[in-house]
């Protein structure tokens, strides 16, 4: 196997392992959310920030080291628009991910509480979760954008 195709391999699997798990990850904690259900979210936001942790920031780390290890063996300019847009696209996923991973965790940590101490969810913890919504939604398009750019190679 060819530089090129390995390379190409990891970076299509890992950006899948990605985007797999932030939709994963924004749909269980949507349906944990929607329950009510303090061990509910208690569990599941747990397994969220671990999933996080372990798939999507590992993932993200790689994406870069083999995006632009591919550009080289390719020979593609790193200052190709496409290329540009699709590094300042997965910059602002990034920018959006970081909070929304200290959110996860404060509500995770809310659920804990709430339910070690039988009290309901602090409020504070619904302005969390619109929050995590308001950011999820343009690191998804983003995330959109950016697998429409590396198959199109729009401007190259």
Same mark, same amino acid.
């Given at each position: 196997?060819?530089?090129?195709?390995?390379?190409? $391999?990891?970076?299509? *699997?890992?950006? $899948?392992?990605?985007?797999?798990?932030?939709?994963?990850?924004?749909?269980?904690?949507? #349906?944990?959310?929607?329950?009510?259900?303090?061990?509910?979210? &208690?569990? $599941?936001? #747990?397994?969220?920030?671990?999933?996080?942790?372990?798939?999507?920031?590992? $993932?993200?780390?790689?994406?870069?080291?083999?995006?632009?290890?591919?550009?080289?063996?390719?020979?593609?300019?790193?200052?190709? =628009?496409?290329?540009?847009?699709?590094?300042?696209?997965?910059? *602002?996923?990034?920018?959006?991910? =970081? !909070?929304?991973?200290?959110?996860?965790? #404060?509500?995770?940590?809310?659920?804990?509480? &709430?339910?070690?101490?039988?009290? !309901?969810? !602090? &409020?504070?913890?619904? #302005?969390?979760?619109?929050?995590?919504?308001?950011?999820?939604?343009?690191?998804?398009?983003?995330?959109?954008?950016?697998?429409?750019?590396?198959?199109?190679? !729009?401007?190259?």
């Amino acid at each position: 196997m060819s530089w090129y195709l390995l390379l190409k $391999t990891l970076h299509i *699997l890992s950006s $899948t392992l990605l985007f797999g798990t932030g939709l994963g990850s924004a749909y269980y904690a949507l #349906r944990a959310w929607r329950s009510g259900e303090l061990l509910v979210i &208690a569990t $599941t936001f #747990r397994h969220l920030v671990t999933a996080d942790w372990l798939f999507i920031a590992s $993932t993200a780390l790689l994406q870069p080291i083999t995006g632009v290890a591919l550009a080289y063996v390719a020979g593609w300019p790193l200052n190709q =628009l496409w290329l540009v847009w699709a590094m300042g696209l997965f910059v *602002l996923a990034g920018l959006c991910w =970081l !909070p929304v991973l200290w959110l996860q965790i #404060r509500v995770r940590d809310m659920a804990v509480q &709430a339910l070690a101490t039988g009290t !309901p969810m !602090p &409020a504070l913890a619904s #302005r969390y979760m619109r929050y995590w919504f308001a950011l999820g939604c343009p690191a998804f398009i983003a995330f959109i954008a950016i697998f429409w750019l590396m198959v199109a190679k !729009p401007m190259q």
